[in-house]
Nanobody
């Protein structure tokens, strides 16, 4: 079992930055990949960025060049640095971890508006 808790969401103007954090606990040694997903109102949940145990990262086209995913060496904290934010980035952002099952945090709201 893995427990995930996100923090760091909030409201920001277009062009601003936010850093999301996800605290992982439980059987974190069994996590093979972690990621950030988001869901905007009326839309499906979509992957934003993922990071594998090896350190390999993958980004959605909408996130490339603006967002950076990282994980601490202990493996119990996941981050998403978001720069040059746009109104279309407004969504609830979820932390995800995969072992043999998928685990999700409760989500944190990000609102980009002038």
């Amino acid at each position: 079992q893995v427990q995930l808790a996100e923090s760091g969401g909030g409201s920001v103007q277009p062009g601003g930055s936010l850093r999301l954090s996800c605290a992982a606990s439980g059987t974190i040694d069994s996590i093979s990949v972690m990621g950030w997903y988001r869901q905007a109102p009326g839309k499906r949940r979509e992957a934003v960025a993922t990071i594998f145990r090896s350190g390999f990262t993958n980004y959605a086209d909408s996130a490339k060049g603006r967002f950076t995913i990282s994980r601490d060496n202990a493996g119990n904290r996941l981050y998403l640095q978001m720069n040059s934010l746009k109104p279309e980035d407004t969504a609830v952002y979820y932390c995800n971890a995969f072992t043999t099952s998928a685990y999700w945090g409760q989500g944190t709201q990000v609102t980009v508006s002038s």
